[in-house]
């Protein structure tokens, strides 16, 4: 029987929750041949500042359901502000949330230069995840980001590797 991981992200319009959805499927895609991924927004009305949801299904057999995730394995939360009592609802169980910390803005933006905290959450997110790695990510970075920005990405997932445990 295949074992589907499911990931919702939260953020707003301008935050890269669906980049980071889109670059985990890619790195888990990557990472094996039997690895399947698929990665899809949900959103309202398209404008900056808007809140965005993103989906991310990973598996080690093909995706045959497209539908929204309705209860997730993790929840990860770019911005606090839609931390709210309905969140809780969208874990499994035994699902693990993950909230973007002052630890985590600050790391991103030494190296950024930005408080963009969408690859530093999908890093840490990442440390929790058996089937992935720093070089998987590293690899999904090289395949889907712009040249211009995937040197400081790579570093930045790099650091959260280094500091998981001080930024959990």
């Not at 874990?91 to 230069?113: S, Y």
């Not at 990442?126 to 211009?148: F, P, Q």
Request: charged letters at 25%; proline letters at 4%.
């Amino acid at each position: 029987m295949a074992t589907t991981q499911k990931i919702i992200w939260l953020g707003r319009g301008g935050q890269g929750a669906f980049s980071a959805a889109k670059l985990l499927g890619a790195a888990y895609a990557l990472g094996a041949p039997d690895h399947h991924a698929l990665a899809f927004p949900s959103f309202g009305p398209e404008r900056r500042g808007a809140p965005v949801r993103a989906y991310t299904k990973l598996s080690d057999a093909p995706i045959n359901d497209r539908s929204s995730i309705v209860q997730a394995d993790f929840v990860v939360c770019l911005d606090e502000t839609l931390n709210d009592a309905g969140v809780a609802d969208l874990l499994k169980p035994e699902g693990e949330f993950l909230l973007v910390n002052e630890r985590i803005t600050d790391l991103a933006r030494e190296v950024l230069g930005r408080e963009i905290v969408n690859t530093a959450l999908l890093a840490l997110l990442a440390t929790r995840l058996t089937s992935l790695d720093c070089s998987d990510l590293e690899r999904g970075i090289e395949a889907t980001m712009n040249e211009r920005i995937r040197p400081k990405n790579i570093e930045l997932v790099r650091r959260v590797f280094a500091q998981k445990d001080e930024l959990l």
